[in-house]
């Protein structure tokens, strides 16, 4: 090593997406990196509006470490946003449009976020809530044919479009390295409070070396997002890499298996992140296997359990559904089925990621087990958040003194080292690719008049995986119906939280120590249906 030469020097490149489009933008100006309804844009007409939101935002005060919060589906602006903040050393806050007004109070509220960037249809929601939160600048998305704007009601509000059309692009690309926060991902914990998940450059610049050692990616691939991107699933598997690698994501506000399909044959998709209820939507479509398909090389199917059945129908046609799994908090995949065991470890969520490292252990005594014997599932790597926003507690329970991050998870490893998931610790139910927190739905039912308790509950769907169930007792000479529960549950809840079932008992099964007795309630419900 010559003198003076840093013995460290990886740790001081850049691995900032906004830096990779820059650079994008000048290798290949007019080849298109998002494709949309509402309009394509280039990787020159990209770059150009993220440096023109940056000087905005720069311009409201936005510095390194600042938080720039997003609400709206999925959209050009949503990435404008997010590499426009990148390029400032700012972090990005993508917001679940689902939320309801409690839920996203307390998501802005957490987050510190003064700025934010919103389309119309969520403007009333989110003025609604706004008091209590540090928001101070208000930018409304009016340029998109998508949503388009309400005029004469901007009252607080900047439209984007004119700020956007005045600012001179910046030159300032802020250098991000591996430690360096990038985005905060809000997810409720089983108490319901939201935990802000950090993930960093670093976080997310290992999941994307994971995927491209795994699957099949290239340079100039089209990936498709229908999916959410505010989830890390669909935005982390192929969306970031995909721009960044200068290829083409196809952007869709929200899933429609007739135009999906159209998609994948028009523009050739290669690659996508789907949950289990959209390839089963799909699988459904007259003619769905006589489509040309042969571009795709690589599917990711996660955030819910995955039909064997679902993946034995694709295989059948010669697609491949590859099943990985992981959390917000792994950025997102820790493990991946390699695409060539799909059927011969039919079930499996895989092998641990290239770097990354995934255990099962006794969750008493933290301890590794034996292959074959169920644990908590627990991961280490350059891909795992470094913890929860402003929340060292959280962060303390989540992380042992070895730094094994803790899922809640339970499975077990077959002896050829593969993954396959058994339940949840904490009771989580995933509903059409959502996580709904038991705890959370039972907390906004307990005040309900008619109620004298509730325990909520996952039961087998056919459509989306799990659904969500209300067992309850009521009080005398009340009467309780499923419509009621739901509406009472809507006005704190994202409607895809809300019961779908209900069974009313006597009593609510609870231990000694007066907790719910889950396992109690689950075989209830099994005898009762």
């Given at each position: 090593?010559?003198?003076?030469?840093?013995?460290?020097?990886?740790?001081?490149?850049?691995?900032?997406?906004?830096?990779?489009v820059?650079?994008?933008?000048?290798?290949?100006?007019?080849?298109?990196?998002?494709?949309?309804?509402g309009?394509?844009?280039?990787?020159?007409?990209l770059?150009?509006?993220?440096?023109?939101?940056?000087?905005?935002?720069?311009?409201?005060?936005?510095?390194?470490?600042?938080?720039?919060?997003?609400?709206?589906?999925?959209?050009?602006?949503?990435?404008?946003?997010?590499?426009?903040?990148?390029?400032?050393?700012?972090?990005f806050v993508?917001i679940?449009f689902?939320l309801?007004?409690?839920?996203?109070?307390?998501?802005?509220?957490?987050?510190?976020?003064?700025?934010?960037?919103?389309?119309?249809?969520?403007?009333?929601?989110?003025?609604?809530?706004?008091?209590?939160?540090?928001?101070?600048?208000?930018?409304?998305?009016?340029?998109?044919?998508?949503?388009?704007?309400?005029?004469?009601?901007?009252?607080?509000?900047?439209?984007?479009?004119?700020?956007?059309?005045?600012?001179?692009?910046?030159?300032?690309?802020?250098?991000?390295?591996?430690?360096?926060?990038?985005?905060?991902m809000?997810?409720?914990?089983?108490?319901?409070?939201?935990?802000g998940?950090?993930?960093?450059?670093?976080?997310i610049w290992?999941?994307?070396?994971?995927?491209?050692?795994?699957?099949?990616?290239?340079?100039?691939?089209?990936?498709?997002?229908?999916?959410?991107?505010?989830?890390?699933?669909?935005?982390?598997?192929?969306?970031?890499?995909?721009?960044?690698?200068?290829?083409?994501?196809?952007?869709?506000?929200?899933?429609?298996?007739?135009?999906?399909?159209?998609?994948?044959?028009?523009?050739?998709?290669?690659?996508?992140?789907?949950?289990?209820?959209m390839?089963?939507a799909?699988?459904?479509l007259?003619?769905?296997f006589?489509?040309?398909?042969?571009?795709?090389r690589?599917?990711?199917?996660?955030?819910?359990?995955?039909?064997?059945?679902?993946?034995?129908?694709?295989a059948?046609?010669g697609?491949?559904?590859?099943?990985?799994?992981g959390?917000?908090?792994?950025?997102?995949f820790?493990?991946?089925?390699?695409?060539?065991?799909?059927?011969?470890?039919l079930?499996?969520?895989?092998?641990?990621?290239?770097?990354?490292?995934?255990?099962?252990?006794?969750?008493?005594?933290?301890?590794?087990?034996?292959?074959?014997?169920?644990?908590?599932?627990?991961?280490?790597?350059?891909?795992?958040?470094?913890?929860?926003?402003?929340?060292?507690?959280?962060?303390?329970?989540?992380?042992?003194?070895?730094?094994?991050?803790?899922?809640?998870d339970?499975?077990?490893?077959?002896?050829?080292?593969?993954?396959?998931?058994?339940?949840?610790?904490?009771?989580?139910i995933?509903?059409?690719?959502e996580?709904?927190?038991?705890?959370?739905?039972?907390?906004a039912l307990?005040?309900?008049?008619?109620l004298?308790?509730v325990?909520?509950?996952?039961?087998v769907d056919?459509?989306?995986?799990?659904?969500?169930?209300?067992?309850?007792?009521?009080?005398?000479?009340?009467?309780?119906?499923?419509?009621?529960?739901r509406?009472?549950?809507a006005?704190?809840l994202?409607?895809?939280?809300?019961?779908?079932?209900?069974?009313?008992?006597?009593?609510?099964?609870?231990?000694a120590?007066?907790?719910?007795?889950?396992v109690?309630?689950?075989?209830?419900?099994?005898?009762?249906?």
């Open positions: 090593m010559s003198a003076g030469h840093p013995a460290n020097s990886g740790a001081n490149v850049d691995v900032s997406p906004a830096a990779a820059h650079r994008n933008a000048r290798v290949q100006p007019d080849s298109v990196a998002i494709r949309y309804a309009g394509d844009l280039t990787f020159a007409g770059d150009d509006r993220c440096a023109r939101l940056a000087t905005v935002l720069a311009d409201g005060g936005v510095g390194t470490g600042d938080r720039v919060a997003y609400l709206g589906l999925n959209s050009p602006s949503f990435l404008v946003t997010m590499l426009a903040a990148h390029r400032l050393g700012a972090i993508p679940n689902r309801a007004e409690p839920e996203l109070h307390g998501v802005l509220r957490s987050s510190g976020a003064a700025t934010i960037v919103c389309e119309e249809g969520h403007r009333t929601v989110l003025e609604a809530v706004r008091d209590g939160t540090a928001l101070k600048r208000f930018l409304l998305v009016d340029d998109d044919p998508e949503v388009p704007a309400t005029p004469g009601q901007s009252e607080g509000w900047e439209p984007w479009s004119v700020l956007l059309a005045r600012a001179l692009p910046t030159a300032q690309l802020a250098a991000r390295r591996f430690d360096d926060p990038a985005v905060i809000f997810t409720s914990g089983t108490t319901g409070l939201p935990k998940v950090v993930l960093t450059h670093g976080n290992w999941n994307a070396i994971n995927v491209d050692t795994q699957l099949d990616t290239r340079r100039g691939d089209v990936t498709h997002a229908a999916a959410p991107i505010f989830h890390v699933g669909a935005l982390n598997s192929f969306v970031i890499r995909t721009l960044v690698r200068g290829g083409t994501v196809v952007l869709r506000r929200a899933f429609d298996p007739g135009g999906f399909l159209r998609d994948l044959v028009t523009f050739r998709v290669n690659s996508f992140f789907a949950v289990p209820t390839l089963a799909l699988a459904r007259p003619g769905v006589d489509a040309d398909l042969s571009a795709l690589a599917i990711v199917v996660a955030g819910a359990p995955v039909p064997p059945s679902l993946v034995e129908q694709y059948d046609h697609i491949w559904l590859q099943q990985a799994w959390l917000t908090e792994t950025a997102p820790a493990t991946h089925l390699p695409v060539e065991r799909t059927l011969d470890k079930g499996s969520a895989g092998i641990a990621m290239p770097h990354t490292e995934v255990r099962v252990v006794e969750p008493a005594t933290n301890t590794p087990i034996a292959p074959g014997t169920a644990g908590e599932i627990v991961v280490r790597g350059p891909n795992v958040t470094p913890g929860y926003w402003e929340n060292p507690e959280a962060t303390a329970a989540a992380f042992d003194d070895e730094g094994w991050f803790h899922s809640g339970i499975g077990y490893l077959d002896d050829d080292g593969y993954l396959f998931i058994v339940d949840r610790l904490k009771d989580m995933i509903s059409g690719g996580n709904v927190y038991p705890a959370e739905v039972e907390r307990a005040d309900m008049p008619g004298a308790d325990a909520i509950v996952g039961a056919a459509q989306w995986g799990e659904t969500v169930v209300a067992v309850v007792a009521v009080s005398a000479n009340a009467a309780v119906s499923l419509d009621a529960v509406e009472h549950a006005a704190r994202a409607r895809y939280k809300l019961p779908r079932q209900l069974m009313v008992v006597e009593t609510v099964p609870r231990n120590t007066g907790k719910l007795d889950k109690a309630v689950r075989r209830i419900l099994a005898e009762g249906t």
